[in-house]
């Protein structure tokens, strides 16, 4: 029953994306200038019935209906409610879903926001917008339908992958969709804004909201996303490079780039066909993500089951997209000609914007080049984080500086901003410090604590300035400190990790740098849905005289039967101990990783006042409007 | 001008475009399609149902053998079942069942209550003798001449297209 209604229910809502379509285009020659009523009760029908849509397959879910393939494929009767509802977006269908869900949510607020805009501009974004919805939804009925219904219905479902089920995996989608697919209204609104030719400063005040809201949400998903891999896959890091994770950091790049030359667009200086590509690029970039993880041409932690029929659909409709946006953008952008003053705040925000397309460029051929090359000529290799490293930090320092020094300097000016000042000289003695006391790490290490620890100074003392003067840029002060924040985390870690991996039986004793590693104990027992083998340690850090106990597991789920592997993390502000145990078959013998990873909480916490800045851009902008 | 720059980037697109649609045909990086037309190994599989092993020699004994590996708690092994049943029937098709990391009892559970097309049935209890196969999921199926030669390779649940492929090979 569910089934035939979430089919039918689904199939409105295209019909009613297919009708805007017809009534925007029908209202674009009406002289009239305001949008007819029609066009708003169509979107706001839309908009129910998509919501209807997946609220349906949200309750398949969670009443276990087995009529649905979707449901059986990716469900079962035993698990917590939580992860059932998580369930709906933790596979291909579901989440396309969510996807478009959230695509008619960012069509309806842009129509229902911007009353005051320009009519012509506001049907040309509606049209693109619905362009882009019923595209997805042909895909999701004729392709990928969560509603599919299987006969005879089975009693019991295959159930979640274990390692899905995870408070933190449970969000990850959603935060990271609201990025990448908030990203399709700004590309909407960039062609439309070519087509209806919108001036400079009222085209930056209508994207920069939603820039500022899909970038908060798309460093919030990464954010979760790296969390998770660090407690879940149990390989005792936050980042991998790997494809997937890649493809959620492409729009980032373009999106932190478009944040800022909005900015520059905003006071009429330039810009604006740049803004128009970066808007165009970032839909894109999410889409190829999109591809690249539906389709199955990469292999990565993410990959969803193997269907080329997919990723045709995808890479077809991308094509369209990319040939059909370089045609508008070759027709309709205007001629810019504009000079920069050297010194200017504009042309620091250009070359952070450079910046930003290297880094993308070198992600971008990092993931795509092993396919290629596979595809070409049949060889296979795989790029790991050497490459990253490797070609990125060096980078660093310069980014750093600019992010640094940039901000200070003013608009349309070319007055040269001293560098040499009181933040200077306190992050000097305070690299000193820093260095006297770790004494060792690299030269390009160094150069990148003492860069991030003068971030970190100059937006503290920028933030004392605030208190004096009210003008300045609170969500600019804090993201860029969340950054610096970041960087110096990340190489401290770098720098004092400690990793360890060896084999032990029960009452093994192992030795090494200053610690001991006790294997005290082992006891199984069952829990509902797992069995569970629990290895109980002891740490001794011979140094500080501590001692810590932690407790690994290895849990094998039934429904359907996997084994994961549970770190046990004992975190503490500074520090994470962080310890796994995998068995080696048929032997009495484990496998344990040990891993001390100083400044892990540091991590999260500046990510967090990374995006937390974009929240304060996004209430300042509300305000000011 | 401007045409100039629109042809090179549409040509960048285009190649960019026809890789990516090449590689979706491709298969990834732990493709086993290269095997087919290659000898299968000689593996010893122990029986499921009874004591004793099969040994993957006997098979030059029928013209056509299919070796499929499937196991209870796969999902997508359940939609392929009625097709490996339809062609259990057929009189110069031996097919043989490798149950991979599974319960005895669940497994015998899913015979009984969904058909049972097995002529030979055996089990991989710790899925090491699948690896000799190239096996890196299930369900997998492999089609086998008298020769031990791969002839064809179906990763995935077989469908009915692949049925209909399989008994065009075997009935020529």
Not at chain 1, 110 to 134: A, E, G, P, V
Request: aromatic share 16%.
């Amino acid at each position: 029953m569910l089934s035939s209604f979430g089919i039918t229910v689904s199939t409105i809502s295209l019909l009613l994306s297919l009708s805007l379509l017809y009534l925007s285009y029908y209202d674009l020659k009406l002289s009239n200038n305001k949008i007819s009523k029609k066009i708003y009760k169509f979107a706001f029908s839309q908009i129910l019935f998509i919501f209807l849509s997946f609220v349906t397959l949200i309750i398949a879910y969670i009443i276990s209906d087995f009529s649905l393939i979707n449901v059986y494929e990716n469900s079962h009767t035993t698990k917590p409610l939580f992860y059932k509802i998580s369930g709906t977006w933790g596979n291909h269908e579901g989440s396309l879903l969510l996807w478009i869900n959230i695509l008619v949510l960012f069509s309806f607020l842009f129509l229902i926001l911007n009353k005051d805009k320009n009519k012509n501009f506001k049907l040309y974004t509606i049209i693109f917008q619905n362009l882009l919805i019923s595209a997805f939804l042909i895909f999701l009925l004729t392709n990928s339908n969560p509603f599919s219904s299987l006969y005879p219905i089975p009693t019991e479902g295959t159930g979640l992958n274990p390692i899905l089920q995870d408070p933190a995996l449970a969000i990850h989608p959603p935060l990271l969709y609201i990025g990448f697919v908030g990203s399709s209204i700004y590309f909407s609104i960039a062609l439309a804004a070519l087509i209806t030719k919108v001036e400079s400063k009222s085209l930056a005040l209508t994207i920069k909201p939603w820039v500022s809201v899909s970038w908060t949400f798309q460093t919030l998903g990464i954010l979760v996303g790296s969390i998770w891999a660090y407690y879940e896959l149990g390989w005792g890091g936050f980042w991998f490079w790997d494809p997937v994770e890649n493809s959620s950091l492409m729009p980032w790049f373009l999106m932190t780039a478009l944040l800022h030359s909005v900015l520059v667009l905003e006071r009429r200086i330039g810009l604006y066909s740049w803004v128009i590509i970066l808007s165009i690029l970032t839909f894109t970039m999410s889409v190829v993500g999109t591809f690249l993880v539906r389709s199955g041409i990469l292999n990565s932690v993410h990959t969803f089951a193997n269907d080329p029929s997919r990723g045709l659909f995808i890479l077809s409709f991308l094509a369209l997209m990319v040939f059909s946006s370089i045609f508008i953008f070759f027709k309709y952008a205007p001629v810019e000609n504009k000079n920069y003053k050297i010194f200017s705040k504009e042309s620091f925000i250009l070359i952070n914007n450079w910046f930003m397309v290297f880094f993308l460029a070198v992600v971008l051929i990092g993931t795509l080049y092993p396919v290629f090359l596979d595809t070409l000529t049949g060889q296979k290799i795989s790029v790991g984080p050497p490459y990253y490293n490797f070609i990125l930090a060096p980078f660093l320092l310069p980014l750093l500086f600019l992010m640094t020094s940039g901000p200070r300097h003013k608009w349309i000016s070319s007055n040269v901003i001293g560098i040499f000042n009181i933040a200077l000289f306190t992050s000097i003695i305070l690299f000193f410090v820093i260095f006297l006391s770790i004494n060792e790490g690299g030269l390009l290490l160094l150069l990148i604590l003492l860069f991030s620890v003068y971030l970190i100074t100059q937006t503290t003392f920028d933030f004392y300035e605030t208190f004096k003067n009210k003008n300045i840029n609170l969500s600019r002060i804090i993201s860029h400190f969340g950054f610096g924040l970041l960087i110096l985390s990340i190489s401290l870690n770098q720098i004092f990790s400690v990793e360890k991996s060896f084999n032990a039986k029960l009452g093994d004793e192992k030795n090494f740098q200053n610690y001991t590693i006790k294997f005290k104990n082992l006891e199984t027992f069952s829990k509902n849905n797992f069995k569970s083998v629990k290895g109980h340690f002891e740490i001794i850090d011979k140094k500080n005289i501590t001692s810590q106990n932690l407790t690994p597991e290895i849990r094998v789920y039934n429904q359907p039967e996997t084994i994961t592997y549970e770190a046990s993390i004992n975190t503490k502000l500074f520090s994470d101990t962080y310890l796994t145990m995998s068995n080696i078959s048929n032997t009495d013998i484990f496998n344990i990783k040990f891993h001390m990873k100083p400044f892990m909480n540091f991590i999260w916490f500046s990510v967090l006042l990374i995006s937390f800045g974009g929240i304060l851009q996004f209430l300042r902008f509300e305000k000011r409007v | 001008m401007k045409k100039k720059y629109l042809v090179i980037i549409y040509s960048i697109a285009i190649f960019i475009f026809f890789v990516l649609y090449l590689s979706l045909g491709k298969n990834k990086i732990y493709s086993t399609q290269d095997n087919i037309g290659k000898k299968i190994p000689e593996v010893q599989l122990n029986y499921f149902d009874k004591d004793g092993h099969f040994d993957t020699k006997e098979i030059s004994n029928s013209k056509f053998t299919l070796l499929n590996f499937w196991a209870s708690w796969c999902g997508p092994c359940r939609k392929e079942h009625k097709y490996l049943m339809e062609l259990s029937v057929s009189s110069n098709l031996i097919i043989i069942g490798i149950n991979f990391k599974d319960e005895k009892k669940n497994a015998m559970k899913f015979l009984s209550e969904m058909g049972n097309p097995f002529s030979v049935l055996t089990t991989d209890f710790d899925g090491k003798k699948s690896i000799n196969f190239g096996i890196y999921g299930i369900p997998e199926t492999i089609l086998i001449n008298e020769d031990l030669k791969i002839i064809k390779k179906y990763v995935g649940p077989i469908d009915d297209k692949d049925v209909r492929q399989i008994k065009k090979i075997i009935n020529k």
